[in-house]
């Protein structure tokens, strides 16, 4: 299932259950959407233990198409298994990752948007 929240500070996209072939296409429709419409764009993966490449696709050209209208998307709360699969892959670096929602959206409010946290960052707020 996919949800979209719209917040003042941008959209939550809430993906919940493993992204595989039947939800990606909505997936991109949803995210595509987010992306022309709203600046800061958060995908909460805090319920999604697998993904697929296909959903990783998705996720690399949602970020692209954002990144072209001067916007960012985030992820939150991915699972140590889409961190071990975003290190792999070498994208881990490419999208501003988040514990949580909280600390995704001040971060749009005051962080650098040409700037993405590092990885460090993300593993300590999970561990802590």
């Known amino acids: ?6 917040f003042d500070d941008g959209v939550v996209v809430r993906v919940d259950g493993d992204i595989e072939a039947s939800p990606v ?15 800061g764009v958060l995908v909460d ?31 939150v709360a991915p699972s140590r298994y889409v961190l071990t699969v975003l ?4 994208v881990d670096g490419v999208f501003p990752t988040f514990a949580d929602q909280a600390v995704a959206f001040s971060w749009l409010r005051h962080g650098d948007l040409n700037s993405t946290p590092g990885l460090e960052q993300v593993l300590a707020s999970t561990t802590s």
């Open 1 to 6: 299932m996919i949800e979209l929240s719209i």
């Open 25 to 39: 296409s909505r997936l991109r429709d949803v995210l595509s959407w987010a992306a022309d419409h709203h600046s």
């Open 87 to 90: 290190h792999t892959m070498h």
């Open 45 to 75: 993966l805090a319920d999604v233990s697998t993904i697929s490449p296909a959903a990783l696709g998705v996720l690399i050209r949602a970020h692209t198409r954002s990144r072209s209208r001067g916007g960012v998307l985030c992820l």
